[in-house]
């Protein structure tokens, strides 16, 4: 199995523009998370799904994140506007079991 | 904001040496996990521990989950310099609940 499959690794980007991050989780998996990672908060939880349908976004920062997962291969975290405060490693993780998560390699995100 | 207290924060230490690292938190979780983070990678799960008491190892890892379910500890022995890194404790009140991850210790291992 290729693990958990991000894209893009980096993407730098102007203020204001909006920014699509891309998560293909391991076949078989049910539970597919977003985190972002910062120096100053860590590993934050943004959002999670179990069967394709999020179950709580309550770590989504505010209105400019927005999270699908259209099917169980696939899922996007869209920001827009983007903003500076914004840059940080998104990671997309998924899992069985909601514990045994298994991340993926990140991306790295710079907004200038 | 965090739940989970890691400590120490940072370690240094020379190759050979055992290390002991720890997780604490104020609320009771059903379920520890122990990752580690190489730079430019994401988190990699090590050991997970489902029972309160429980002791697991994975080679030269072992962790266990504490008796009063707020805490729980990962030592490694005879260390090496590919165990640098940083470690996140993880933990799930419910077996229903999201991950809620500690801020890291990171190791630093002198050859």
């Known amino acids: 199995d290729a693990g958990v499959i991000q894209s893009p690794r980096h993407e730098v980007t102007e203020m204001g523009q909006e920014v699509t991050l891309r998560c293909k989780p391991i076949s078989g998996h049910n539970s597919l998370f977003w985190y972002r990672q910062t120096m100053m908060w860590g590993l934050e939880l943004l959002i999670y799904f179990n069967n394709n349908v999020p179950i709580d976004d309550s770590g989504m920062p505010e209105d400019r994140f927005s999270a699908k997962m259209p099917n169980a291969s696939f899922s996007t975290l869209k920001i827009q506007p983007s903003e500076p405060r914004d840059s940080a490693v998104y990671f997309c993780a998924s899992s069985f079991w909601r514990a045994e998560a298994f991340f993926g390699q990140g991306t790295r995100l710079t907004v200038v | 904001g965090q739940q989970l207290n890691q400590s120490p924060q940072s370690m240094f230490i020379q190759e050979g040496e055992d290390v002991s690292m720890n997780c604490t938190s104020s609320?009771?979780?059903?379920?520890w996990l122990w990752y580690k983070q190489d730079p430019g990678e994401g988190p990699v799960l090590l050991i997970a521990l489902y029972k309160a008491g429980e002791l697991t190892s994975n080679g030269r890892l072992t962790a266990q989950f504490g008796i009063t379910r707020k805490d729980s500890f990962l030592n490694i022995s005879a260390s090496i310099p590919s165990d640098v890194g940083i470690y996140f404790c993880a933990g799930m009140k419910t077996s229903y609940d999201k991950v809620i991850f500690g801020p890291g210790t990171s190791l630093s291992v002198i050859p």
């Open positions: 609320s009771i979780f059903n379920t």
